[in-house]
Structures are given as C-alpha cells and as structure tokens.
C-alpha cells in the first residue's frame, strides 16, 4: 500500500517518514510524484487547509494521500499566528523572520503569559474504491514561547517553543524524544491506527 504525503515541506516530509518509521507503507512526499504540483493553502481552519491537500493531491495521483496543517497558536496573541503561522511575517517569510516576529510580539511579556500550544491536523483522503470518506485527525502539544532563541535542531518555531514539563526547546530535543510527544506525532499516532485497520479491512 502507498500513502502520498501531500506538502512539498521537506522538513515535515523527513519528521513525517521518521514518525511513520516501520510502517508496512510506502510513505511518498509529493515532491517524489511531482515537484510542481502545489495545492493553495487558502482555507480558513487547519482542517479546510488539510483537507483540500488531502483530497486534491488525492484525485491528482489517485493513491491514499495525507494532507496536514499545523500551526502555533499563543495565548496573548488571541490564537496567532494559527493558521498563518508559515506565513506570519509575509508570505515569503523565513522561519528565522517569523520566529523574530513572535518573539518582538511578545517582548516583556512575562512567562507565565508566554503560554501556547501546537496543533497539527491530519486530512486522510482514500479514492473511490476504498468507499470511505476523508477522515480527520488532531495532535495537541501545550508549552509556552521562550524569550531567546535556543536549539539549532528541527525548523520552524521549534527553537522558540518548550513543550509542557520539559526544559528544552523543540530544537533542543533529539528527533527521537520529540517525535515521542509532539503534535504532528500524536496526530499521525491516530492516523497509522486508522491505515493499520484500513489494511486488515481490504485483506
């Protein structure tokens, strides 16, 4: 069986396959079937977002297909940057630009306000003959915004952001600690339970 991850993101295409490690799948990135097929992240809630992906990439290639969005929402800021969270200072932004955007957003702001959390939500889409529908999936990781960057490991605000109950930054764990208690890893925990019943189904 073949599962298509649709993002052309390499960073969450290697922490995906990592996740996903031993999985009787053959995991694809999109950028394998096709580096210039892109879908247009314009929905207004993670799940819009993931879904289309999901469901596009899906009828493009016509293989089971993983859409995703994840976004990190700060408590002071009213839920920012959410959704726009790739795209928070503009939509070309580095991750080193949005992650100095959040933290000038957040100057003096005490820790105990610096509160937030990640949210990754899965879209899994199946073709026709499966007769299924897309199916949705959600992680949750709370923690709080550092004041300083710390950490050269992982990308995006990963330097910025210690999960609850620990004292290091996303980018200061190992791939393997992270991965045990992320967001994106307790969504797709969810989705490979889905895949693995999917799979015992159809033999």
């Not at 955007?101 to 005490?110: E, F, G, H, Q, S």
């Not at 897309?134 to 999960?163: H, L």
Request: glycine share 6%; aromatic share 10%.
């Amino acid at each position: 069986m073949k599962l298509v991850l649709a993002t052309q993101n390499h960073h969450k295409v290697e922490e995906i396959k990592a996740i996903l490690a031993g999985f009787d799948w053959e995991i694809v990135s999109l950028s394998e079937m096709d580096s210039d097929f892109q879908v247009v992240e314009d929905g207004k809630t993670y799940e819009e977002n993931a879904r289309k992906k999901a469901e596009m990439t899906m009828r493009r290639f016509g293989f089971i297909t993983l859409g995703e969005d994840t976004g990190l929402e700060v408590d002071f800021l009213k839920g920012q940057p959410g959704i726009y969270s790739a795209r928070f200072a503009g939509e070309k932004a580095t991750y080193e630009q949005n992650r100095i955007k959040l933290l000038t957003a957040l100057k003096n702001v005490p820790i105990h306000k610096r509160t937030a959390r990640f949210r990754c939500t899965c879209a899994l889409a199946c073709p026709e003959k499966f007769n299924r529908k897309t199916e949705i999936f959600e992680g949750v990781c709370e923690g709080y915004i550092t004041e300083i960057e710390s950490g050269s490991g992982s990308f995006g605000y990963d330097p910025i952001f210690k999960p609850k109950k620990y004292n290091k930054t996303f980018a200061e764990l190992s791939s393997e600690e992270k991965n045990k208690m992320s967001h994106r890893s307790r969504a797709l925990k969810k989705v490979k339970k889905y895949l693995e019943h999917l799979t015992s189904d159809e033999q």
